[in-house]
């Protein structure tokens, strides 16, 4: 789940991670709801943080647990976060700042291959027609 006011994202740590990995937050479609009413229960329960709007993206099949990974784009106006007993840290970052603390290597991203990583570079590298979402009230 890609949650942002447009200009800062949301990333999350578990502490069983390794060192410096940084993520998206996610979660598991309960019985009953549909994919963006979990984006919108799962950001609220891992962080506290309140969801307005959702936007399917991509899915990517995953072979452990044999899953199907949906990534959406989720908008949420900068707020207080306050973290669940899933999360080690979460906070809102800038892309000049996640930048250069992936360059620096103070900061680790998803493996390159899984869908985490890609709505994150989506995000970093946003053009106009991927933005609009982030700057539209619709």
Avoid at 45 to 73: I, K, T
Avoid at 94 to 112: C, G, H, I, Q, Y
């Amino acid at each position: 789940m890609c949650v942002s006011d447009g200009e800062h994202l949301l990333l999350g740590r578990q502490a069983a991670w390794p060192e410096k990995r940084w993520s998206l937050l996610a979660g598991f479609v309960e019985p009953g709801e549909s994919p963006e009413q979990t984006v919108v229960r799962e950001v609220w329960e891992e962080s506290g943080v309140r969801v307005e709007r959702v936007r399917y993206v991509a899915s990517q099949p995953w072979p452990m647990p044999m899953v199907l990974m949906v990534g959406y784009d989720a908008y949420a106006p900068m707020q207080a976060i306050n973290i669940s007993d899933e999360l080690q840290f979460a906070r809102w970052f800038s892309r000049e700042e996640l930048k250069a603390l992936v360059v620096a290597d103070e900061l680790t991203l998803p493996d390159p291959l899984s869908i985490s990583r890609y709505l994150i570079m989506r995000w970093l590298h946003a053009d106009s027609a991927v933005a609009e979402f982030w700057h539209t009230t619709a």
